[in-house]
């Protein structure tokens, strides 16, 4: 194997290289931008919106009885400004959310090892997120998070492990240039999963009814093999193991991805793969099922699952 692609692997306990392949959910685990849910409040009836992940992190205040809002009759009002194009949003508030909370340092838990793991080596992951936003929007947004968090001696390491992967992949092509590369990067190698993306739906064959957890759950599939075809197959390396990793602040979203995989662990699909689930969200939350295939630790910000 060429030495241009130890960039792309990562350190394990057993010695076995192994890719990187990491898969982030965007609210709560890379930022937690002030992006609004619209509500109605209860004791006024009126409209008001609520930061997302204020909602998402207390369920109380909109899904007891006694709840202090409630959802507008039409769910997708209340997401609107989690779309691109409705009347009450528009492409750049996803932008400008998003520089808002870099601004205000409002990072989430699986930030640093997004930024350090992942951007700055240039290895293999891929945005997998409940909004709606196209894949276009979410690209330039993370393409511009890279861009404003790296220092420039980050950039020019990114730039270098970016050149080695193209070099590999596009041998009789010219070496780009930095802006050259940062696009190749951020389009053609990273991957992005809006999962309540009507268009994106329709092309990955989702179903109107599928709930987030399932269709979080079959991206995660999706992402997976189209790296081993896409972007392992063509330099040989296929069949390479994997050093899988997944972070999400949602209960239902973890407990759906730790089930998948769970049984593709029992059946032996993953062979030498290793799993790290990262859940990011409220700890006393999660239940995680008793197994000896099942490793887990905990600190401050987040809980870990090895499977």
Same mark, same amino acid.
């Given at each position: 194997m060429s030495s241009q @692609?130890?960039? *792309?692997? %990562?350190?394990?306990?057993?010695? %076995?290289?192994?890719? &990187? @392949? $990491? &898969?982030?959910?965007?609210?709560?685990?890379? *930022? =937690?931008?002030?992006? +609004?849910?619209?509500?109605?409040? %209860? =004791?006024? $009836?009126? !409209?008001?919106?609520?930061? &997302?992940?204020? @909602?998402?992190?207390? &369920?109380? @205040?909109? #899904?007891? +009885? %006694? =709840? /202090?809002? /409630?959802?507008?009759?039409?769910? !997708?009002? #209340? *997401?609107?400004?989690?779309?691109d194009f409705t009347q009450y949003s528009e492409p750049n508030h996803l932008m400008d959310d998003t520089l808002n909370a870099i601004k205000n340092g409002l990072f989430s838990p699986s930030f640093e090892a997004f930024k350090e793991t992942f951007l700055i080596p240039a290895r293999l992951f891929a945005i997998i997120t409940a909004r709606g936003h196209s894949a276009d929007n979410l690209e330039r947004t993370i393409r511009e998070i890279s861009e404003t968090v790296l220092s420039d001696a980050e950039k020019n390491i990114q730039y270098e492990n970016i050149k080695n992967l193209y070099q590999i992949l596009y041998p009789d092509m010219p070496i780009p240039n930095r802006n050259q590369a940062i696009q190749f990067y951020f389009q053609e190698i990273v991957s992005y999963y809006t999962v309540s993306n009507t268009h994106g739906k329709k092309l990955l064959k989702i179903r109107m009814n599928m709930k987030t957890p399932e269709k979080k759950v079959f991206c995660m599939d999706h992402y997976i093999e189209d790296m081993r075809t896409r972007i392992l197959g063509p330099i040989g390396i296929e069949n390479t193991s994997l050093a899988i990793g997944f972070s999400d602040d949602s209960v239902s979203n973890m407990s759906a991805m730790m089930d998948a995989f769970i049984q593709k662990r029992e059946v032996g699909s993953l062979k030498n793969d290793t799993v790290h689930l990262y859940y990011t969200g409220k700890q006393w939350a999660l239940a995680i099922p008793t197994k000896e295939s099942i490793q887990v630790s905990q600190n401050q910000t987040m809980t870990i699952i090895q499977i």
């Open positions: @692609l130890w960039h *792309l692997y %990562i350190e394990t306990d057993d010695d %076995i290289p192994r890719i &990187a @392949l $990491g &898969a982030f959910d965007f609210d709560g685990n890379i *930022l =937690a931008p002030n992006t +609004p849910y619209r509500v109605i409040e %209860i =004791a006024t $009836g009126k !409209e008001v919106c609520i930061p &997302a992940h204020e @909602l998402d992190n207390n &369920a109380e @205040l909109i #899904s007891w +009885p %006694i =709840a /202090q809002y /409630q959802w507008m009759n039409n769910m !997708e009002d #209340s *997401l609107v400004h989690f779309r």
